[in-house]
């Protein structure tokens, strides 16, 4: 029940919040299930102009703002990592980084336990991995990339 209403405050408080003179943030989920499903309902992917050659790198306070007020956040890749690894670390997990690829796509890996996790593009990918090194290489297999230039950020 306590998930439930904590879920349905982090959607109501897109739509209806108060100006406190600070930053506006969203609530902290209390689960990766919430998380999840925050990911899947209030983002939304949207590639850069010119497929992506004009990099438009979002900050988190932009993102909020755009939460805030349209009640969705738009994005490519590079948010989506950048806003989950945000989030994460608002929750708790220490261990949070964002793994760029050389062909430019971009994934928050994220440690829990004593293992690995993953979200690409909102997709949760669910080890645990054994090493951050694993769950990179699992993101590239079934993407089909190499893993031989990879780029670890956060």
């Known amino acids: 029940m306590k998930r439930l209403v904590i879920l349905t405050l ?5 739509a209806a ?3 406190t003179g600070t930053q506006w943030e969203p609530p902290i989920p ?9 990911l899947r309902w209030k983002m939304e992917y949207k590639a850069d102009p010119l497929w992506g050659l004009w990099d ?15 009640g ?3 994005g ?4 989506y990592a950048t806003y989950t690894g945000y989030m994460l670390k608002r929750m708790g997990y220490a261990r949070v980084h964002r793994v ?21 593009t909102g997709k949760y990918r669910e080890g645990p991995f054994a090493s951050i090194d694993a769950a990179v ?3 590239s297999k079934i993407n089909g990339w190499k893993t031989d230039e990879i780029y670890i950020v956060m």
């Open 100 to 120: 760029v690829f050389a062909r430019g796509h971009q994934i928050c890996a994220f440690g829990i336990d004593e293992g690995w996790s993953y979200f690409s």
């Open 30 to 38: 209390e689960i990766l299930g919430d998380l999840k499903t925050f």
């Open 10 to 14: 982090l959607f109501l408080s897109c």
């Open 56 to 70: 438009i790198k979002q900050t988190v306070n932009q993102m909020n703002a755009q939460l805030k007020k349209n």
């Open 72 to 74: 969705i956040i738009t």
């Open 17 to 19: 919040m108060r100006s």
């Open 137 to 139: 290489k699992h993101c």
């Open 76 to 79: 490519d890749c590079e948010d």
